[in-house]
C-alpha cells in the first residue's frame, strides 16, 4: 500500500502546471533558439580571410549541409565545387578578366570593385545543376519530365541555403554572387569541369570584416494565406 501511495505521488506531481509551464518555456526557447539562427545568416558584403577553421572542416561542413537537403524523387542533381587558396584567387580573377570584357566601360570600375571584394574573401563555392543527370531522369520518368528541371531548382536552393546556414552557425560570413551564364564556359574550360555541370551560383564566404547593415525586418514583404 504504502508503494502504491508512493507511486501516486510521483504520477501527481510529474503532471503539475509548474512542470507543464517549464517544459512550453523549453520548447518556446528551442523555437526562439531556431529563429535566431534562421536571423543570422545575412549577406556579409566585407569579408577577410581570418578563419579559425581549417579547409578540411569547412569542406566537411559544406558537404554535409549540402547531404542533409531533400530532393524530390529523390533525384540529386545538385554540384558542389569548393574554392580555397589559389583556386578562389584564381576564380575571381578569371571573373573579372570576362567581366571586363563584357561590361562597359563606364560601368567596370563598380563591377571590379565588387569582384576584388569577393577575391578578398577565405573560399568559394559553386554551385552547379548536372543538365545530364536531369536529362536522365526525364528518359525514365516522362511523367514527370516537365516538372524535373523545376524541382531540380528547388533541390538546389534547399542546398545553397542550407550550406550559407552552417556557415553563419560558426561565425562565417558569406554573399550569393551571379554571375553565369557569361562565365561558364571559361569556368569549365579552367577548372577542367564537365561542362554538362550548368554553374548557378557562386557562394563567398570568410571572416566578417564589417557587419551586414540593419534591415528591419518589418518591411520586409511576405503574403500569407491561412485556410481553416
Same mark, same amino acid.
Not at 44 to 66: N, P
Not at 124 to 150: C, G, H, M, R, Y
Not at 153 to 162: D, I, K, R, V
Given at each position: 500500500?504504502?508503494?502504491?501511495?508512493?507511486?501516486? @505521488?510521483? %504520477?501527481?506531481?510529474? =503532471?503539475?502546471?509548474?512542470?507543464?509551464?517549464?517544459?512550453?518555456?523549453?520548447?518556446?526557447?528551442?523555437?526562439?533558439?531556431?529563429?535566431? @539562427?534562421?536571423? @543570422?545568416?545575412?549577406? =556579409? @558584403? !566585407?569579408?577577410?580571410?581570418?578563419? +579559425?577553421?581549417?579547409?578540411?572542416? *569547412?569542406?566537411? *561542413? =559544406?558537404? &554535409?549541409?549540402? *547531404?542533409?537537403?531533400?530532393? &524530390?524523387?529523390?533525384?540529386?542533381?545538385?554540384?558542389?565545387? =569548393?574554392?580555397?587558396?589559389?583556386?578562389?584567387?584564381?576564380?575571381?580573377?578569371?571573373?573579372?578578366?570576362?567581366?571586363?570584357?563584357?561590361?562597359? #566601360?563606364?560601368?567596370?570600375?563598380?563591377?571590379?570593385?565588387?569582384?576584388?571584394?569577393?577575391?578578398? &574573401?577565405?573560399?568559394?563555392? $559553386?554551385?552547379? #545543376?548536372?543538365?545530364?543527370?536531369?536529362?536522365? $531522369?526525364? !528518359?525514365?520518368?516522362? %511523367?514527370?519530365?516537365?516538372?524535373?528541371? %523545376?524541382?531540380?531548382?528547388?533541390?538546389?536552393?534547399?542546398?545553397?541555403? +542550407?550550406?550559407?546556414? +552552417? *556557415?553563419?552557425?560558426?561565425?562565417?560570413?558569406?554573399?550569393?554572387?551571379?554571375?553565369?551564364?557569361?562565365?561558364?564556359? !571559361?569556368?569549365?574550360?579552367?577548372?577542367?569541369?564537365?561542362?554538362?555541370?550548368?554553374?548557378?551560383?557562386?557562394?563567398?564566404?570568410?571572416?566578417?570584416?564589417?557587419? +551586414?547593415?540593419?534591415?528591419? &525586418?518589418?518591411?520586409?514583404?511576405?503574403?500569407?494565406?491561412?485556410? !481553416?
Amino acid at each position: 500500500m504504502a508503494l502504491l501511495d508512493k507511486l501516486s @505521488q510521483v %504520477l501527481t506531481t510529474e =503532471i503539475t502546471t509548474d512542470l507543464i509551464f517549464n517544459r512550453k518555456n523549453e520548447t518556446d526557447s528551442k523555437e526562439s533558439d531556431y529563429l535566431q @539562427q534562421l536571423q @543570422q545568416r545575412q549577406s =556579409i @558584403q !566585407k569579408l577577410g580571410k581570418h578563419l +579559425a577553421y581549417d579547409q578540411a572542416y *569547412l569542406t566537411k *561542413l =559544406i558537404h &554535409a549541409a549540402a *547531404l542533409s537537403c531533400p530532393s &524530390a524523387v529523390n533525384m540529386k542533381t545538385t554540384r558542389i565545387v =569548393i574554392l580555397f587558396s589559389k583556386a578562389h584567387t584564381e576564380f575571381w580573377h578569371l571573373v573579372q578578366e570576362i567581366q571586363k570584357t563584357q561590361i562597359p #566601360e563606364h560601368l567596370f570600375p563598380a563591377i571590379a570593385i565588387k569582384i576584388q571584394k569577393c577575391n578578398a &574573401a577565405y573560399g568559394t563555392v $559553386l554551385f552547379f #545543376e548536372d543538365q545530364t543527370a536531369i536529362e536522365n $531522369l526525364q !528518359k525514365n520518368s516522362p %511523367l514527370n519530365s516537365a516538372e524535373l528541371p %523545376l524541382w531540380s531548382e528547388q533541390s538546389l536552393g534547399m542546398a545553397q541555403y +542550407a550550406v550559407w546556414m +552552417a *556557415l553563419a552557425e560558426i561565425g562565417i560570413g558569406a554573399n550569393f554572387n551571379y554571375y553565369s551564364p557569361s562565365i561558364d564556359y !571559361k569556368v569549365a574550360q579552367y577548372f577542367k569541369i564537365n561542362t554538362t555541370w550548368k554553374l548557378k551560383t557562386q557562394l563567398v564566404f570568410g571572416s566578417v570584416e564589417q557587419d +551586414a547593415e540593419y534591415v528591419d &525586418a518589418t518591411k520586409k514583404e511576405a503574403e500569407f494565406l491561412v485556410f !481553416k
